[in-house]
């Protein structure tokens, strides 16, 4: 699992992130691919309806309902991370049938991935370490010769937009679809529709970087939209679930989708939108809007590291949405969390896992040691004043230290009161940090050493000593500050779980489309095998066989009961 507090690893995404952003700006690749994809309104639509029965008598790939008249998708979201946990994942989406609570499920006829198909930053080895190779793994081409395969579609998140989108696009978009594994790539942009049935469509939304729709593709789902029967009903999927960031300063991923959503209902009054999916966030959580119907789903469990649960609303207010073009701001004032008939929350993992798991941050200094020891090096560095402007220090240290905590907690939680606070807090507790350490190494080395006085102290084994005792000192109230707040300030939830690196809780959506409804099963895998579970699997176990089985089976479960749309 990715180590997001390793300085090597926070440099490189610094670097990655400022320059995406900058030339995400001024070289839009969604507006040069669709420069350069210069084919007729009539062939958009051709892509999108490319799947349905009997369309074409070449066609690649046929959307044939089942016996039962169903139709199969998979969705997932945020993978590409830890082997073990996107390998599992990828095992139970690769299997022809699932037995799950009861009910006999059937693989996706397509797969979606929402997003963030590689972590910490798309790179040539990572795409192919952390998402091609477990899911090659997973699901063997059967076919390594022929174009025809289960589809995959792919949205593009945050991190797959760090090196400009230039890997996602030559993956994912290439005319000459990619293999991966038994899948193969369709699209041609990074966003897409595709009619499933006569009467459901999949609209997948690309927001960059600054939660943005670009010109084309406002285009694109316009002419999509006008080819859609009037009675058609959408599931759409966007990059980010905006609902659960309503409060989040700045963010306009919920506008971005509203917006998408306007258009469609602007061509054709009797459309409906009644699923809306996402990952980004990597729990699982369902609301149910207000109009009795609409679902919205967050669905980040295909492999990164997981996030809480223990701060996710009991219900979020939408009208705070006003953009003028909201499709929201029409029909849906309030969304509820969603709940079975006992009253069990639909969230995954449940509260008081997740406040459980929290109280991993007092283990901070263990998980991170990198981190805890540039702490250590701020600590010296900072002591070091200390002896140089001793009658300074008493407001330099504090000082010092609240503008760098200021300025991560901004970055994190926007302006306020309470990020002011909370920036002072640290300060002071970390310059009370800074003068224990540097009492108790004075200490150590008057009573076991002679190098209690500073003119004979030697200057690296000062800095090795205040090195350790800071970043363990430092390490610890770092972690015990992502606990506090995380729990009772309802802050700093993504870094107090990325500093754990959990892969426990994974999960992804199976849908089943039978006439008018929509059917979403939720599937869950709590428990992930370990690196050395993993065996080669020599009896072919498993339909079709993957590389490698885990030494106990995988114990795949609902995470709630199946619920409809319709």
């Known amino acids: 699992m990715t180590g997001w507090f390793s300085p090597v690893l926070l440099l490189r995404l610094l670097w990655r992130v400022v320059l995406s952003d900058l030339f995400g700006q001024y070289a839009d690749r969604r507006l040069i691919v669709a420069a350069l994809d210069t084919v007729q309104e009539d062939e958009l639509v051709r892509r999108a309806q490319q799947f349905l029965p009997g369309r074409d008598d070449k066609q690649l790939w046929s959307l044939d309902p089942g016996e039962d008249g169903a139709v199969w998708i998979d969705f997932v979201a945020d993978l590409g991370d830890g082997f073990d946990a996107t390998y599992a994942i990828a095992s139970l989406l690769a299997q022809e049938k699932l037995s799950v609570g009861g009910h006999e499920l059937k693989r996706g006829q397509v797969l979606v991935m929402g997003g963030d ?16 190779d477990p899911y090659d ?17 792919a949205v593009p998140g945050n991190h797959d937009w760090y090196d400009g989108l230039v890997l996602f696009l030559a993956l994912f978009c290439r005319k000459d679809h990619m293999h991966l594994g038994g899948w193969r790539t369709h699209q041609r942009r990074s966003y897409f529709a595709v009619q499933l049935t006569e009467q459901w469509w999949l609209w997948a939304i690309d927001a960059q970087l600054a939660d943005d729709v670009d010109q084309p593709q406002k285009e694109y789902f316009l002419e999509i939209a006008k080819a859609m029967p009037d009675n058609a009903k959408i599931i759409l999927c966007g990059p980010e679930p905006g609902w659960l960031y309503t409060g989040k300063a700045g963010n306009k991923a919920l506008s971005v989708m509203s917006y998408v959503g306007w258009i469609a209902l602007k061509q054709k009054r009797g459309l409906t939108i009644a699923l809306v999916l996402s990952g980004d966030t990597h729990h699982y959580s369902r609301y149910v809007a207000d ?16 996030h809480p649960t223990h701060q996710v609303e009991a219900s979020v207010d939408l009208d705070r949405v006003k953009d003028g073009y909201s499709w929201l701001s029409g029909q849906i004032k309030k969304l509820t969390l969603g709940s079975d008939t006992k009253g069990k929350e639909a969230i995954y993992p449940s509260k008081s896992e997740s406040l459980s798991m929290l109280s991993g941050n007092f283990a901070f200094v263990a998980y991170n040691p990198a981190f805890a020891m540039v702490l250590g090096v701020l600590y010296w560095l900072v002591s070091l004043t200390g002896r140089l402007l001793p009658d300074d220090i008493y407001y330099l240290a504090p000082l010092l230290l609240f503008s760098g905590f200021w300025g991560y907690t901004r970055n994190q939680e926007g302006v306020g009161i309470k ?12 310059s009370l940090g800074v003068a224990a350490a540097a009492g108790a190494v004075t200490w150590f080395n008057g009573h076991f050493g002679d190098l209690g006085a500073w003119p004979r102290t030697s200057f690296l084994l000062y800095a090795a000593e205040m090195v350790a005792a800071g970043g363990l000192v430092g390490g610890s109230l770092f972690g015990a500050y992502l606990y506090v707040t995380s729990r009772w300030l309802n802050m ?6 990325s500093s754990m690196r959990r892969n426990s809780h994974r999960h ?8 008018d ?14 690196r050395n579970d993993w065996r080669l699997n020599t009896q072919k176990m498993g339909e ?23």
């Open 517 to 530: 409804k929509v059917t979403v099963f939720p599937i869950g895998l709590t428990k992930i095998p370990k």
């Open 419 to 430: 990020t002011l606070l909370v920036s002072a807090a640290n300060g002071l507790l970390h």
């Open 544 to 566: 079709p066989p993957p590389a490698y089985v885990a030494a106990s089976p995988l114990k795949p479960e609902l995470i709630e009961q199946p619920f409809s749309v319709s």
């Open 492 to 497: 700093n939830h993504n870094d107090a779980f």
């Open 137 to 153: 793994w997973a699901f063997p081409d059967p076919n390594p010769g022929l174009v025809k395969g289960p589809p995959v579609f």
């Open 117 to 132: 198909e590689v972590y910490p930053r798309a790179a040539p080895e990572t795409y192919q370490r952390q998402l091609r």
């Open 508 to 515: 992804f959506l199976r849908l089943r489309i039978q006439n």
């Open 291 to 306: 109009d009795g119907n609409t679902q919205f789903v967050t669905s980040g469990g295909g492999g990164a590291f997981l």
